[in-house]
């Protein structure tokens, strides 16, 4: 069983930075496909950024050129970075990890973008 636990949430003005982070349980961390979802109201879930286990990246062309996905497994965490932030960037962020075929969910942070 993998747990996720998500923080840096908030509330910031369109144009500003927000870093969220990401702490996995579980020794192999390393081996993790890890990724950050967003849920708006009224929406689907959507996929926002990827990592693998090997590090390569991939994002949504929403936020291609101002989001930055990281991971440290030194320290079983990854971060989203994201800058430039827009109002239709506000939904529920959700962290997300792969690992053995199973899906593991974090429980989610809300990121409003609003002036």
Same mark, same amino acid.
Not at 6 to 19: I, N
Not at 73 to 80: C, G, Q
């Given at each position: /069983?993998? /747990?996720?636990?998500? *923080? &840096?949430?908030?509330?910031?003005? =369109? $144009? $500003? *930075?927000?870093?969220?982070?990401?702490?996995?349980?579980?020794?192999? #961390?390393?081996?993790?496909?890890? !990724? @950050?979802?967003?849920?708006? =109201?009224?929406?689907?879930?959507?996929?926002? !950024?990827?990592? !693998?286990?090997? &590090?390569?990246?991939?994002?949504?062309?929403?936020?291609? &050129?101002?989001?930055?996905?990281?991971?440290?497994? !030194?320290?079983?965490?990854?971060?989203?970075?994201?800058?430039?932030?827009? =109002?239709?960037?506000?939904?529920?962020? +959700?962290?997300?990890?792969? #690992?053995?075929?199973?899906? +593991? @969910? &974090?429980? $989610?942070?809300?990121?409003?973008? *609003?002036?």
């Amino acid at each position: /069983q993998v /747990q996720l636990v998500e *923080s &840096g949430g908030g509330l910031v003005q =369109p $144009g $500003g *930075s927000l870093r969220l982070s990401c702490a996995a349980s579980g020794s192999m #961390f390393s081996y993790y496909t890890m !990724a @950050w979802y967003r849920q708006a =109201p009224g929406n689907q879930r959507e996929l926002v !950024a990827r990592v !693998a286990s090997g &590090g390569s990246t991939n994002y949504s062309d929403s936020v291609k &050129g101002r989001f930055t996905l990281s991971r440290d497994n !030194a320290k079983n965490t990854v971060y989203l970075q994201m800058n430039s932030l827009k =109002p239709e960037d506000t939904a529920v962020y +959700y962290c997300y990890a792969n #690992f053995v075929t199973r899906d +593991y @969910w &974090g429980q $989610g942070t809300q990121v409003t973008v *609003s002036s």
